[in-house]
């Protein structure tokens, strides 16, 4: 199963992308609000994964905030919606004010959803509508949990190719100019300049 991919963006679509990983390139799927926060090509992007297994064939989509990968999985609980219409509901709201839709029983703006009708907004209100809440207290433990920055940068790099001992030399000074309070993108992007001289 893979939860999480870090690599460079080698191409980028309103609806997929192909990420780079250590010269493999993986096809990702992902929701407008995902597209508009892209790097430029060639960049380093981490992104939350889910993959979705069909009959013939294994799907990945890719978020930039749990939130989001969160809320999407939510929604494929929801009866008669799949990845694609998740990815689309994805795509029409963002997850805070989805969240908001569903809490409220706000029908109307879940109808605004383009693809999303009377009765898949009734249903996404009956079925998630007790689900949401404890969803975002879970996420509030979660994100206040300490998380090992340097161990996360270092993959990164190893899944890039480099040495470890370089990666490992060139994280540490990272994280020393920026903080273990810096965000991860921050530090592999400063130890990728570090590395290549750029």
Same mark, same amino acid.
């Given at each position: 199963?893979?939860?999480?991919?870090?690599?460079?963006?080698?191409?980028?679509?309103?609806?997929?992308?192909?990420?780079?990983?250590?010269?493999?390139?993986?096809?990702?799927?992902?929701?407008?609000?995902?597209? =508009?926060?892209?790097?430029?090509?060639?960049?380093?992007?981490?992104?939350?994964?889910?993959?979705?297994?069909?009959?013939?064939?294994?799907?990945?989509? !890719?978020?930039? $905030?749990?939130?989001?990968?969160?809320?999407?999985?939510?929604?494929?609980?929801?009866?008669?919606? !799949?990845?694609?219409?998740?990815?689309?509901?994805?795509? !029409?709201?963002?997850?805070?004010?989805?969240? $908001?839709?569903?809490?409220?029983?706000?029908?109307?703006?879940?109808?605004?959803?383009?693809?999303?009708?009377?009765?898949?907004?009734?249903?996404?209100?009956?079925?998630?509508?007790?689900?949401?809440?404890?969803?975002?207290?879970?996420?509030?433990?979660?994100?206040?949990?300490?998380?090992?920055?340097?161990?996360?940068?270092?993959?990164?790099?190893?899944?890039? !190719? =480099?040495?470890?001992?370089?990666?490992?030399?060139?994280?540490?000074?990272?994280?020393?100019?920026?903080?273990?309070?810096?965000?991860?993108?921050?530090?592999?992007?400063?130890?990728?300049?570090?590395?290549?001289?750029?």
């Amino acid at each position: 199963m893979i939860a999480r991919l870090t690599g460079k963006l080698a191409a980028k679509a309103p609806e997929e992308i192909i990420l780079d990983v250590g010269g493999v390139g993986y096809q990702v799927f992902i929701p407008l609000s995902t597209f =508009y926060e892209l790097p430029e090509r060639g960049e380093v992007l981490t992104l939350h994964i889910h993959t979705a297994f069909r009959e013939n064939a294994l799907e990945l989509y !890719g978020f930039l $905030t749990l939130k989001e990968k969160a809320m999407f999985r939510m929604l494929l609980g929801v009866s008669k919606i !799949g990845p694609k219409l998740a990815q689309n509901i994805l795509s !029409g709201i963002s997850a805070d004010d989805l969240t $908001t839709a569903i809490i409220s029983g706000n029908i109307l703006k879940l109808n605004s959803i383009p693809g999303i009708g009377k009765k898949t907004s009734e249903r996404m209100i009956l079925e998630l509508k007790d689900k949401v809440p404890k969803a975002q207290a879970a996420e509030q433990e979660t994100v206040t949990a300490p998380a090992d920055i340097f161990d996360d940068a270092l993959s990164a790099l190893l899944n890039l !190719g =480099y040495k470890r001992p370089e990666s490992e030399r060139t994280v540490k000074r990272a994280l020393h100019e920026i903080g273990r309070d810096g965000q991860l993108e921050d530090i592999i992007r400063l130890s990728l300049k570090y590395l290549t001289g750029k």
